[in-house]
C-alpha cells in the first residue's frame, strides 16, 4: 500500500479562495515533499519540509508536517486558475541510505476563474 | 539552467517487444530516480542509482532492468512489453549528499517523462 495517503482526492475552489490538501504516511520520515503535476506532464518540486521542521512557507504555498500524527497539509493561499494541477506528497524514509521516495495518491485540485 | 531530460518523449510497441528509455540528470546531480505512473495513478517507485550503483528498488518487474553509466546518465530496459506498461515513466535527479545544508540534496528534479504505449 502507499506510504502517502491524501485527502480529499478532488477539490474544486473558486479563484481566491485558499486550497488545503492533507498527506498521511505510515513509518518515519527523513523528509516530505510537495510536488505539482499538470495533467501528463512531468512533477514539479514544491517545496521540501525535513522531518525535524514543522512549518515551511514559499511564496504562496505553507506546508506544515506533524510527525506525532505522521501528516502533512499543504496550503495555497489566494489561488489562481493557473494553480489548477494534482498534488502529491512524497516521502523518504529515515532508512540509512535510501534513495526511495513514496508517492501518495494525489488531490486534483481545480480553480475555478 | 539545465533540466532533467528524457528520451524519447513518446514511444509505442508492440506485446512482447523491448523498449529502452534514457534519461539524462542535471549536470552534477549523480543520483536518479525511475517512476512509473499509469493513468489516473500515483507515481510509483521503480529504482533509483546513487554514484552509478544501484541505491534502491522499488516495484519494478523483472523484466525491467536500468542502469546508471559513467557520464551518470541512466536507462531503463523494458522486455516482452505488456499492455499494462503502457505508462509514463519519469526519471528525476537529484544533488550529491554534500548538498545536504543547503536542503538541496533531497530535492527531485523531474524530467518531462516517456510516454510508453504498448499495443
Known amino acids: 500500500s502507499q506510504q502517502g495517503e491524501e485527502d480529499p482526492q478532488a477539490l474544486s475552489i473558486q479563484e481566491g479562495e485558499n486550497a488545503t490538501m492533507n498527506c498521511s504516511y505510515k513509518?518515519?520520515?527523513?523528509?516530505l515533499q510537495w510536488y505539482r503535476q499538470n495533467s501528463g506532464r512531468g512533477l514539479v518540486h514544491l517545496i521540501l519540509?525535513?522531518?525535524?521542521?514543522r512549518e515551511k512557507h514559499s511564496g504562496r504555498l505553507r506546508v506544515t508536517l506533524d510527525t506525532s500524527k505522521k501528516s502533512s497539509s499543504l496550503l495555497i493561499t489566494a489561488s489562481r486558475a493557473a494553480d489548477t494541477a494534482s498534488y502529491f506528497c512524497a516521502t523518504r524514509s529515515t532508512t540509512s541510505g535510501t534513495y526511495k521516495y513514496i508517492f501518495g495518491t494525489g488531490t486534483r485540485l481545480k480553480v475555478l476563474a | 539552467a539545465a533540466g532533467v531530460i528524457q528520451s524519447p518523449r513518446h514511444l509505442i510497441k508492440e506485446k512482447r517487444e523491448t523498449a529502452t528509455l534514457k534519461c539524462y540528470p542535471i549536470?552534477?546531480?549523480?543520483?536518479v530516480y525511475w517512476y512509473q505512473q499509469g493513468p489516473g495513478q500515483d507515481p510509483q517507485f521503480l529504482i533509483s542509482f546513487y554514484e552509478k550503483m544501484q541505491s534502491d528498488k522499488g516495484s519494478i518487474p523483472d523484466r525491467f532492468s536500468a542502469q546508471q553509466f559513467s557520464d551518470y546518465h541512466s536507462e531503463l530496459n523494458m522486455s516482452s512489453l505488456e499492455l499494462g506498461d503502457s505508462a509514463l515513466y519519469f526519471c528525476?535527479?537529484?544533488?550529491?549528499?554534500?548538498?545536504?545544508?543547503?536542503?538541496?540534496?533531497?530535492?527531485?528534479?523531474f524530467g518531462p517523462g516517456t510516454r510508453l504505449t504498448v499495443l
Open positions: 513509518t518515519s520520515i527523513n523528509n
Open positions: 519540509i525535513r522531518s525535524n521542521e
Open positions: 549536470p552534477r546531480h549523480d543520483t
Open positions: 528525476a535527479s537529484s544533488s550529491p549528499p554534500g548538498d545536504w545544508t543547503s536542503g538541496l540534496a533531497d530535492t527531485q528534479y
